[in-house]
């Protein structure tokens, strides 16, 4: 595993209270599953960052092995792996995943002058 790698990813974990590791873009979506887990997302309404692993070889062989899940897409709040797109879309039925998601926005959310 690469250190330069790894701190890449740590880094973009540590910056982006919301972001999640797919194949292709929200816009532009590679797979089924990262096209489902971003209709989620979206559902929700809330900003996220994303990073395409197809364009990122080095953080897709890399960040298997850091997160411990072999899989992608990958959801990561608040420096925590929530999951792939499975728990995503349960979580969006039941309704955890808007509230995960605007807490960790209102939290994250400019202070207001």
């Known amino acids: 595993m690469s250190e330069e790698v790894l701190s890449v990813i740590k880094q973009q974990i540590e910056e982006n209270p919301i972001i999640l590791y797919m194949k292709g873009s929200p816009q532009a979506p590679q797979c ?3 096209a489902q887990t971003v209709q989620c997302m979206v559902a929700c309404g809330q900003r996220f960052a994303y ?3 197809l364009s990122n070889p080095d953080i897709r062989a890399t960040l ?3 997160a411990n899940w072999p899989t992608f897409p990958q ?3 608040d420096g925590e ?3 792939g797109c499975d728990i995503i879309t349960e979580m969006f039925e039941t309704g955890e995943l808007l509230t995960l998601l ?3 926005s209102a939290k994250h959310a400019p202070a207001e002058e």
């Open 32 to 34: 089924g599953f990262s």
């Open 51 to 53: 990073v395409d692993i």
């Open 64 to 66: 298997p092995g850091y």
């Open 75 to 77: 959801l990561w709040v």
């Open 81 to 83: 792996l929530v999951g």
């Open 102 to 104: 605007e807490d960790t």
